[in-house]
């Protein structure tokens, strides 16, 4: 694994407040690194027991009382971080914590870096790569669902995943190599069916994570839904209804929204964020012309867009709506048409009455791609995704490559290096300081 010191220097000890900034009944001093005894033995007198909360008094180098609390001390390997470190809980108030972390400084910590706690961590091969992510993804969980699933990559399920493919493309390999090293012909066509069937075998498990991990990504990202249709067709009162809140003003006057009003729900654990928008038509209001400026830009950045008609009433497209951009038709106010018959594959509501809401929200997470299965997501980030297309790409390529084994053999050893960069088997520098950079200081 790649090494953030130079060799034959050891780490500086770091120090950093963990817990969030602001009051709080409690508040966190966390110290890791070799000087980590030493700084505990200046601030609280001695060296706790190993990992048995202990009553201590933090006091500065005059010796002058700065809190009381508990301790706890780790002693390497067996820490977080896999160096020797403490932490100290105290009372959460700006001012206590903060004298002393500036007391552990003076003992010969440095201020962490954000999410250098995590990263010696991963170097020091307590976590791989991808349960390091899930550690943040945990933190910034933004539903139940995501947050079981982001501990799930913490613990390892994820990785165990992507390691048993990668023991799949390793014995792969092996069959190919020895193909390449004893060119026979009746050796080759020994191991030429099972070497597909091999394959065929490792594309259909890269399939599976791959789907659970898409799912996953929509946990963790959310899904950025628009509202949007001409004046007075209903809208507000939608979004009122979808977050079972009166959040949007909703009056008969048309052009009532001007600017964009976000509220964030979950439907099945599914976090979203759902756009109302100023009503789209010529205006020579400039005020209005503003808001459906801004509607524009929403319909640019949305991953679904409501486009929402009138039951009963002519309408034309909205053009307004990007090419390409998933889209649902819906249709309001069905309680003033009775009889209604929406179009094939559109959605008929009342928001007023709130008919057809669950329609519509099935339709929303089967336009994400959500599908609820109970199987496990996996909470992937881009960069996870990306490397598990790049390996299937490689491995579809080596499927068309059955008679030339040296290329055959090439696009395999390019999958196992793709799947490889998820745990953090081969990793840049600047893309752990990329990832560690979003970490929160004292994690």
Not at 63 to 77: C, I, K, Q, S, V
Not at 105 to 129: H, M, Q, S, V, W
Not at 414 to 423: K, N, Y
Request: charged share 25%; glycine share 10%; net charge negative.
């Amino acid at each position: 694994m790649p090494s953030a010191d130079p060799p034959g220097n050891p780490p500086d000890t770091i120090a950093a407040i963990a817990t969030p900034p602001g009051r709080g009944a409690i508040g966190i001093v966390r110290v890791s690194g070799a000087r980590a005894p030493d700084i505990a033995r200046r601030l609280l007198g001695r060296v706790p027991q190993p990992r048995v909360a202990t009553l201590v008094a933090a006091r500065d180098a005059r010796g002058e009382l700065l809190d009381e609390g508990l301790a706890l001390y780790f002693p390497a390997p067996h820490s977080y971080t896999g160096e020797p470190g403490f932490e100290f809980h105290g009372h959460g108030g700006p001012t206590v914590l903060q004298s002393v972390l500036s007391a552990c400084l003076d003992g010969g910590a440095r201020l962490a870096e954000p999410g250098e706690f995590t990263r010696r961590a991963f170097l020091n091969g307590k976590l791989d790569l991808a349960q390091a992510e899930g550690v943040a993804d945990l933190i910034d969980a933004a539903s139940r669902e995501a947050a079981r699933s982001a501990l799930r990559s913490l613990q390892g399920e994820f990785s165990a995943a992507v390691d048993a493919l990668v023991a799949q493309l390793v014995e792969l390999r092996a069959l190919t190599e020895a193909i390449l090293d004893f060119p026979d012909e009746e050796v080759e066509m020994l191991h030429f069916d099972d070497a597909l069937a091999r394959l065929a075998r490792v594309r259909a498990a890269l399939a599976d994570v791959l789907a659970k991990s898409r799912q996953g990504s929509l946990l963790r990202t959310g899904i950025h839904v628009v509202l949007a249709g001409r004046p007075n067709v209903g809208k507000s009162s939608l979004l009122n209804r979808l977050s079972g809140e009166e959040r949007a003003i909703v009056t008969p006057i048309a052009g009532t929204t001007r600017d964009a009003l976000r509220e964030s729900i979950q439907i099945e654990g599914v976090p979203l964020v759902i756009i109302d928008t100023a009503g789209l038509r010529p205006s020579s209001d400039p005020v209005e012309r503003l808001g459906i400026e801004r509607t524009q830009r929403e319909l640019e950045r949305a991953d679904i867009v409501i486009v929402i008609f009138e039951a009963g009433e002519a309408h034309a497209p909205l053009e307004e709506v990007p090419a390409g951009t998933a889209l649902i038709e819906v249709y309001n106010k069905i309680d003033l048409a009775p009889g209604f018959v929406p179009p094939a594959g559109a959605v008929a509501v009342s928001a007023k009455t709130g008919a057809g809401i669950d329609a519509l929200r099935h339709a929303i997470l089967q336009a994400a791609g959500w599908s609820a299965t109970g199987e496990t997501a996996f909470l992937a980030r881009e960069r996870h995704l990306r490397a598990l297309q790049g390996a299937a790409a490689h491995l579809e390529a080596a499927s068309r490559e059955p008679q030339h084994w040296e290329l055959f053999a090439e696009e395999l050893r390019l999958a196992q290096t793709a799947l490889a960069g998820i745990t953090g088997e081969f990793t840049a520098d600047d893309l752990l300081g990329e990832i560690f950079g979003r970490f929160c200081i004292g994690k």
